[in-house]
């Protein structure tokens, strides 16, 4: 089974722009979570997506969003980026509830300047 | 709400010697606890995780984890490490409900084995 895919895997992008970061989740995955991870934050939980539903979402700004589609695969979008949301972003999928396992994508490294 | 502490930034143990990663947790219900691995530049990899049953879960690479109750703890262990087993280490705790579920993850810890 192909694993987790992100793209793009690098980015750079000015600060008051916006960026759309997709995700295609392993085969039969319906549940897609969204990761952000920086040196001084750790990994922080963004939004989980199942069945198209947003059913979890992080402390994060409304610039922040994201959406499912009917075959599983996802997108995050941020709008009017500033110098701090320059992260690696981790796409995670996982058959569903709690007790299974996510399988991480290599991520989108985003730099904002 | 829930929480992971990992009490140590980096942990260091030379090659053939055995190792531990602690962690542990706090949680309102039952804990379901994970632990992952990430290598440079890639995504994290999934290692074991404790749902109910054993309190000694094996993984992946030689590694188990050790879930105990009382201490509120899950610390991974190896027997014997490998330089290729330098990388960072998460322990997470999955909350929710039916409703959706979140992973909280702990900040993280470097191991590096030196040959």
Known sequence: KAGVTQTPRYLIKTRGQQVTLSCSPISGHRSVSWYQQTPGQGLQFLFEYFSETQRNKGNFPGRFSGRQFSNSRSEMNVSTLELGDSALYLCASSLGSSTYEQYFGPGTRLTVT | ?115
Request: glycine residues 10%; proline residues 4%; charged residues 15%.
């Open chain 2, 1 to 115: 709400a829930q929480s992971v502490a990992q009490p140590e930034d980096q942990v260091n143990v030379a090659e053939g010697n055995p190792l531990t990663v602690k962690c542990t947790y706090s949680v309102s219900g039952n804990p379901y606890l994970f632990w992952y691995v990430q290598y440079p530049n890639r995504g994290l990899q999934f290692l074991l995780k404790y749902i109910t049953g054993d309190n000694l879960v094996k993984g992946s690479y030689g590694f188990e984890a050790e879930f105990n109750k009382s201490q509120t703890s899950f610390h991974l262990k190896k027997p014997s490490a490998l330089v290729s087993d330098s990388a960072l280490y998460f322990c997470a705790v999955r909350e929710g409900n039916t409703g959706g579920f979140k992973t909280i993850f702990g900040a993280g810890t470097r191991l590096f084995v030196k040959a």
